[in-house]
């Protein structure tokens, strides 16, 4: 019965030896050791500040922040926390000798690389690690050093090393960046060739050295939608996503890949993914309101295609989309309307010049037709289409030759050619059609 008196009494006098402990600087001071060692370098800041708070005279505290500003690369800040100690114990005196021994160390590192003997910089560099593995700034010059001596791969090797050690250290970062990109724009020079081979090889050997460069893996994913890959362009698309939730271009084309496998509804979130990270993407509002379309949602589609046109009034795709809205509803005018602003953004589109001829026949507009049914046949003679919009034009203006003969050149394209025969037959014989 005492026992179950006395063990409250027990508890609170554990948690009262607890705090004290671990408020103790000395204990402080080992966490913020661990912490550095972990790559947690805020928290080790914050245990070395507290332990000073503690103690504003406790030496080892700015010897520890000595050690961190070396993590990050910083001997500069080194070496004026080093001399903060010593000043307040010389028995920190050895500390700040080692550090000299870094600075020259670099100094004659770096002036042999100027004077181009890379193999005695590598060795003062290396000396340097021997002692100070965690010093991130010496791999930076061992890679500055192998990018001298224009060896790629080990450049990049000594400041992924540096990056490791301390991911924000800007100079190392810059560096990798430039030999990344230099393997990105091979891998693009390659693709822009049809080498789709090289250009995977090259992103791939871009992301041997950087496991988090972002626009490698956004163009193999584009390689891979390219090849049929769907389910690789999706992964490499989803990574960029991870790295660069904010890249828009990912989201478009990622709801792209989707759109063409049948996945509406994963396209539709993709699209509107894009432009919530760009409201000003208007490719994103195009397909969006096309597939809307599709789904018989018009106002939903208007809405989006008449934003797009406003911010961007020179949008061709966004008249002609807002033209198939209309189609769909059967409202030709309109469609007229704003298919005719589509072609004068996007003359060379023959399926656009298509589509336009094809509501001016419905409208019994002959002469447009037949006007923009040349301009689709002209911009692409193998398709039927413009042939059998031509025809039927023709047709409305009681021209039979002239449409036999428009309708014997869609009848070459197998896509039209039952369309295209009967309308031959109907010419023919005429009686088999009359009502």
Same mark, same amino acid.
């Given at each position: ?105 670099? #100094?004659? =590192?770096?002036?042999?690389? $100027?004077?181009?003997?890379? &193999?005695? *910089?590598?060795?003062? +560099?290396?000396?340097? @690690? !021997? ?87 956004? #163009?193999? =994913?584009?390689?891979?939608? $390219?090849?049929?890959?769907? &389910?690789? *362009?999706?992964?490499? +698309?989803?990574?960029? @996503? !991870? ?193």
């Amino acid at each position: 019965k005492n026992m179950k008196l006395l063990r409250p009494f027990f508890m609170i006098l554990l948690a009262v030896i607890t705090v004290v402990f671990s408020q103790n600087p000395e204990v402080l001071l080992q966490n913020a050791e661990s912490q550095m060692s972990a790559g947690d370098y805020e928290a080790a800041k914050n245990s070395l500040s507290e332990a000073l708070t503690m103690d504003p005279s406790f030496a080892p505290a700015h010897v520890g922040f000595s050690k961190l500003a070396l993590y990050k690369g910083d001997l500069k800040e080194a070496n004026s926390r080093s001399n903060t100690a010593v000043q307040m114990d010389e028995d920190f005196r050895d500390w700040s000798k080692q550090l000299d021994g870094i600075r020259l160390g670099i #100094q004659g =590192g770096t002036q042999s690389v $100027k004077n181009r003997q890379y &193999d005695e *910089a590598i060795d003062q +560099f290396e000396s340097i @690690l !021997e002692n100070f593995p965690y010093f991130s700034e010496a791999y930076f010059y061992m890679g500055l050093t192998r990018f001298k001596q224009k060896d790629l791969d080990a450049a990049a090797q000594n400041w992924g090393k540096a990056l490791e050690i301390y991911p924000a250290h800007k100079k190392a970062r810059k560096g990798l960046n430039n030999i990344t990109k230099r393997y990105l724009n091979e891998g693009n020079k390659a693709y822009t060739t049809g080498n789709t081979e090289r250009a995977l090889d090259s992103y791939h050997k871009a992301l041997s050295y950087d496991d988090t460069f972002y626009l490698a893996y956004f #163009q193999i =994913g584009v390689i891979e939608k $390219k090849l049929g890959n769907s &389910d690789k *362009a999706v992964e490499n +698309f989803l990574k960029v @996503l !991870e790295l660069k939730p904010e890249y828009a271009k990912a989201w478009f084309t990622l709801g792209a890949v989707y759109e063409v496998d049948g996945k509406i509804n994963e396209a539709i979130e993709s699209y509107q993914k894009a432009i919530e990270v760009d409201v000003a993407y208007i490719k994103a509002y195009g397909n969006l309101g096309k597939l809307y379309t599709d789904r018989e949602k018009y106002d939903e589609a208007l809405a989006l295609l008449k934003t797009a046109i406003q911010i961007d009034p020179e949008y061709g795709d966004g008249y002609m989309y807002i033209g198939f809205v209309y189609v769909a509803q059967e409202m030709y005018d309109e469609a007229i309307t704003n298919l005719e602003i589509a072609t004068s953004f996007n003359e060379r589109k023959y399926h656009l010049w298509f589509t336009l001829a094809e509501q001016y026949n419905v409208t019994e507009r002959w002469d447009d037709a037949i006007r923009a049914a040349q301009k689709c046949t002209d911009l692409k003679k193998s398709f039927g289409g413009g042939w059998y919009e031509m025809g039927e034009a023709e047709m409305g203006k009681k021209n039979k030759p002239h449409a036999k003969r428009h309708f014997e050149e869609a009848r070459k394209d197998r896509n039209w050619r039952k369309l295209a025969e009967r309308k031959i037959d109907e010419i023919k014989n005429p009686e088999k059609y009359q009502k």
